[in-house]
């Protein structure tokens, strides 16, 4: 799939066109997910055996 991705950002770069601006706040809510997993990845950790705690 990566190649329809290359593929349409070379048509738009040919048409003039930039990449569509993302939604507002887009950056926060992947650093807020990303921040989520990796308390998640904590607490499985320590909630397994012979992990720390």
Same mark, same amino acid.
């Given at each position: ?15 003039? *066109?930039?990449? #569509?601006?993302?939604? #507002? ?5 992947? *650093? ?7 308390? *998640?990845?904590?607490?499985? *950790? ?8």
């Amino acid at each position: 799939m990566a190649i329809w991705s290359e593929l349409r950002a070379i048509v738009r770069w040919l048409a003039g *066109q930039g990449d #569509p601006v993302p939604p #507002p706040d887009t950056g926060l809510r992947i *650093q807020a997910a990303e921040a989520d997993a990796a308390r *998640q990845r904590i607490l499985d *950790q320590a909630h397994r055996p012979g992990g720390a705690g």
